[in-house]
């Protein structure tokens, strides 16, 4: 998508120096643009878990090109070894999203089928680049998909604006390009339907106020940032028409973790008749899981994340200060559980099913094999 009318991705090779990979640092947006340089496992880690990199696919892809960079530092002597000991650490930065695991052990199994150590780096760093091309192809399609919800409501309202509720970030800055709940969007954008977008600015580490809001103003979308608890409110009196969220990871049975205050504003869409989608590429679902309540895990982050804004000053630099007393108790949940009976349908790569087992099998049933005896 766009930055300054040039287009970027979130997660690249170096031009010149492939060992080292690029991104965005997310913790300085929408006040500094800075590409930073990953090169050893320690940098990746460092990245998904402070957060300069956060989003399902976009941590599923950056964990690719960690697996590629833990190939090279490997020991040729103990390759198979090191590399496995280099995945545990990545996965244990991030509990809750299931593209880390997924792009890891994807890694791991496509070289245990390779013999020789340097066909290994070449398979890992071709990989982490289908990894990543993967994830902008299918929150394409997923855009194609959701672009017929969008243009049905269109329709419906005889052309007037079609206003969307979305939470947290599931935009391109979260994948590796387009995004998942944003697709569709831009999709929308792109076929001349007037769309507006409320943004949620999402405490507490404000993911809606400074990466979604940022992304639709470079791309052109008209949206209006509010408060996490507005929603409701909205919804009460006709001002949205569509909420679209994305995930972190989804049972195969529908139900959608994301983060946290996104179950908040699925109870109000239920209860005031709003539509209620969840967009994701097939790599979030979990499909070992039946129950997302009672089986997902819900990381806990630190409460500074909590007790400490950051903003622009009016000198013109980044300043954090401390909102309640110093050494205020909080808590700090990153994610919370939607269930899927407050689910309208997901948005997937293959297209729109209900939130269900037997939806989301439809869709890929190559993947039942996986379920049985669950």
């Known amino acids: 998508m766009l930055v300054n009318n040039q ?33 050893s496992v320690d940098d990746f880690a460092r990245a998904i878990k402070d957060m300069y990199v956060r989003g ?38 991030r509990p809750t999203a299931t593209n880390l695991r997924w792009a890891v052990e994807r890694q791991l199994a496509a070289l245990a089928e390779i013999a020789h150590i340097d066909d290994k780096r070449q398979v890992a760093f071709t990989l982490a680049c289908t990894i990543a091309d993967e994830d902008a192809q299918f929150c394409k399609q997923i855009g194609e998909h959701g672009l017929e919800i969008i243009r ?23 994948f590796v ?23 949620d600015e999402t405490r507490p580490w404000l993911q ?52 946290i205050g996104t179950y908040l504003k699925a109870l109000a869409a239920h209860d005031n008749g709003v539509p209620f989608y969840v967009a994701l590429p097939s790599s979030t679902f979990d499909w070992q899981m039946i129950d997302g309540v009672a089986q997902i895990p819900i990381e806990q982050r630190d409460a500074d994340e909590v007790n400490l804004v950051s903003g622009l000053g009016s000198d013109g630099q980044i300043h954090t ?19 899927a009976r407050l689910v309208t349908g997901l948005i997937t790569e293959r297209g729109i099913t209900p939130a269900s087992k037997e939806g989301v099998l439809s869709l890929f049933p190559e993947k039942k094999v996986l379920t049985e005896g669950i």
């Open 7 to 39: 287009p970027y991705r979130t997660i690249w090779p170096h031009p010149s120096q492939p060992a080292i990979t690029q991104i965005i640092d997310q913790r300085l947006l929408p006040h500094e643009f800075v590409v930073v340089d990953l090169q």
């Open 56 to 93: 399902a696919g976009l941590i599923g892809a950056t964990a690719g090109f960690a697996m590629y960079t833990a190939a090279l530092q490997s020991r040729d002597d103990h390759f198979d070894g090191d590399i496995v000991c280099y995945g545990k650490q990545l996965v244990a930065t």
């Open 152 to 174: 049905q409501i269109s329709e419906a309202k005889g052309g007037v604006g079609v206003n969307i509720l979305t939470h947290c970030n599931a935009g391109w800055l979260a």
């Open 177 to 199: 390009d387009y995004g998942s709940a944003t697709a569709p969007i831009y999709a929308a954008q792109a076929a001349g339907i007037d769309v507006h977008v409320w943004v």
């Open 208 to 259: 809606g106020a400074r990466l979604t809001a940022w992304e639709l103003d470079q791309q052109g979308v008209d949206y209006t940032l509010i408060a996490d608890n507005t929603g409701g409110h909205l919804m009460q009196h006709g001002m949205v028409d569509l909420v679209i969220t994305g995930t972190d990871r989804t049972t195969y049975t529908g139900d959608v973790a994301n983060k």
């Open 321 to 339: 200060v401390s909102v309640p007393l110093a050494g205020t108790p909080a808590a700090n949940y990153g994610f919370d559980v939607t269930p």
